[in-house]
């Protein structure tokens, strides 16, 4: 069952790199994939904890989330204003895999 969707995925990476040998460059692999959803997940949840703070002004809240981010940035060898600050980049180009799957697999929830 597995095999069904590799040769899907290769098709589509080999389609969006024009075919040339240096796919590679453009493709990611599938571990920068997950690594890439991981990140996108992690910023929704950020600022979903920031948002929930400044609506509920939960006391202490805030200290909590500033080090729930600093630790979470920190994994990832970035501060926080940098993870923030690509958090938009990394949705886009989310987002646009996740397109591009749907497309293969089209019981991916929206």
């Given at each position: 069952m597995?095999?069904?969707y590799i040769i899907p995925i290769i098709s589509v990476s080999i389609l969006m790199s024009g075919g040339n040998a240096k796919a590679e460059e453009k493709i990611p692999t599938i571990g920068n994939l997950m690594m890439l959803s991981k990140v996108?997940?992690?910023?929704?949840?950020?600022?979903?904890?920031?948002?929930?703070?400044?609506t509920t002004k939960m006391v202490g809240g805030e200290k909590f989330v500033v080090r729930f981010a600093q630790t979470e940035s920190a994994r990832l060898g970035v501060s926080?204003?940098?993870?923030?600050?690509?958090?938009?980049?990394?949705?886009k180009s989310y987002d646009m895999w996740k397109e591009v799957f749907r497309e293969i697999e089209p019981i991916l929830p929206e």
């Open positions: 597995k095999q069904i996108v997940g992690m910023c929704g949840v950020l600022i979903q904890m920031a948002r929930f703070q400044d926080v204003a940098t993870l923030m600050s690509r958090c938009n980049e990394y949705t």
